[in-house]
Every structure is written in structure tokens, then in C-alpha cells.
């Protein structure tokens, strides 16, 4: 596993564990990429008329517009739909 693969897991086991997002920061050795660049990429996705849910859910756990429980939930809540690659 790459080392940002780990700060990655870090963060998001301390969300789950109920840590708010700074909290998490503050205990994982150095700040997850995907807690910087996650609205960014969502910006750019939306752009381009590409759906993410699972950023727009994670941008939303950051933003702390939703709980962690919140955002499972609404993942969870998704018809499964079949992965599509390039056009």
C-alpha cells in the first residue's frame, strides 16, 4: 500500500471511529490527499457532466454537511448502476 493509501485509510478510519474532519487531521501524520483535492476533483467532474457520487459524498463529510453515517447511508441508498468507461 502507497503511502498516501494509507494516510487516505488513516483519516477515514478516524471519521468513522467519530473524529470530526479536524480531528482526523490533526491525528493522521499528514493531511490526506483526497481531503484537498476532493472538492477540486468534483469541480472538474461537474464540468465534464461526469457523475461521482462517492466524492460528492465525501466533499459533503468534509464540508460537514453530513455525518459519516449520513454519507454511508446515502451511498447505500444508490441503485447500482453499471460502470462506464471513456465515450
Known amino acids: 500500500m502507497r503511502h498516501a493509501e494509507r494516510e ?3 483519516f477515514g478510519e478516524h471519521l468513522g471511529q467519530g473524529m470530526t ?4 487531521t490533526a491525528a493522521t501524520s499528514q493531511t490526506a490527499e483526497g481531503v484537498k483535492s476532493s472538492q477540486s476533483i468534483l469541480e472538474v467532474a461537474q464540468q465534464h457532466g461526469v457523475e461521482m457520487p462517492i ?18 447511508a446515502m451511498l447505500m441508498a444508490r441503485s447500482p448502476k453499471p460502470e462506464q468507461y471513456g465515450t
Open 8 to 10: 487516505e485509510r488513516t
Open 21 to 24: 474532519v479536524a480531528e482526523a
Open 55 to 72: 466524492t460528492e459524498v465525501v466533499v459533503a463529510v468534509i464540508q460537514g454537511t453530513v455525518t459519516v453515517a449520513e454519507a454511508a
